[in-house]
């Protein structure tokens, strides 16, 4: 039975150790400015990101990796005998996937499995552990693939940004929702549902309120969690982090709760002081 590598983008956000552990690839999304394109958590941090964006206010642009990225990473697993699982970012938010199935079509079928998360961010990174995982077990990459196909759709995504300046420069809400919610203090929870971005909570007042609420959308569903393994990530908001640790230490039984830092390519969308909460249920 041929060794299964399991491979994602730099939007999962995997920890280093996590990556090492299980030797998952990773093939990096750009960050684009005007004078120079980065590749995601390798040339830049998101601090330098958040730095370039104060100083200009305009956000850089990203990119998705080319078929010929993915080639390059996929090529020297494949000529070693190994197949590959690849979970993409949501095929809705970018062209990742799409370019990673051309990718695939030029190696032997079968050899190159792709799988569209349908989420983003810490979603993708259950995926990817949940992969990891089964191919330490010696599950084959076709039942890998088909796996997570069966988990995607059961992956809970929600985040809480701090500001709206983020998400107004890149487009993803109006000039007058950024001017009342600012003016009003609005704090939106957001989820990720079929690919889209859309709020489910809106809390006025202090950003703290809007965390307790995405905290209780989660407490709701804590009798049905997958018990492996739930994500806190974040940008920049250590405590609200840490809250949402501690919290959900003492009112679930999750085996595991890890505290992610999200990268570049999600920061330049949501902004400093985000933070979100990822389960399977």
């Not at 010929?68 to 070693?80: G, Q």
């Not at 993708?124 to 010696?138: E, F, Y």
């Not at 609200?240 to 890890?258: G, H, P, S, W, Y």
Request: charged content about 20%; hydrophobic content about 45%; overall charge negative.
């Amino acid at each position: 039975m041929s060794i299964v590598k399991i491979f994602s983008d730099s939007t999962s956000d995997l920890p280093q150790g996590w990556k090492e552990t299980y030797d998952i690839g990773v093939v990096p999304l750009y960050v684009v400015f005007e004078d120079a394109t980065y590749k995601d958590g390798v040339d830049i941090t998101p601090e330098e990101v958040y730095r370039r964006v104060a100083a200009k206010g305009v956000l850089p642009k990203t990119a998705a990796p080319s078929p010929a990225d993915f080639i390059a990473a996929f090529e020297p697993v494949i000529s070693s005998g190994g197949d590959i699982v690849y979970i993409s970012l949501s095929s809705d938010l970018s062209s990742t996937y799409q370019n990673a199935l051309l990718a695939a079509g030029e190696f032997p079928e079968g050899r190159v499995q792709v799988v569209d998360s349908k989420t983003l961010c810490g979603g993708i990174a259950l995926l990817v552990m949940k992969a990891a995982r089964a191919a330490a077990q010696g599950q084959s990459a076709k039942d890998i693939a088909a796996m997570l196909e069966q988990c995607r759709d059961r992956v809970s995504t929600e985040f809480v940004v701090d500001t709206l300046d983020y998400l107004y420069m890149g487009g993803r809400c109006s000039g007058m929702t950024n001017f009342i919610g600012s003016l009003l203090k609005i704090r939106p929870v957001l989820r990720l549902i079929d690919g889209a971005i859309v709020p489910v909570s809106k809390i006025r007042g202090k950003k703290e309120k809007a965390v307790e609420q995405m905290l209780q959308h989660a407490l709701v569903n804590a009798g049905h969690m997958d018990k492996e393994l739930l994500i806190v990530v974040h940008t920049l908001a250590e405590e609200d982090a840490k809250f949402l640790e501690k919290a959900l230490r003492e009112q679930t039984t999750v085996d595991e709760i890890a505290v992610i830092h999200a990268g570049c390519v999600i920061g330049s969308h949501c902004g400093p002081a985000t933070v979100g909460l990822m389960y399977i249920h």
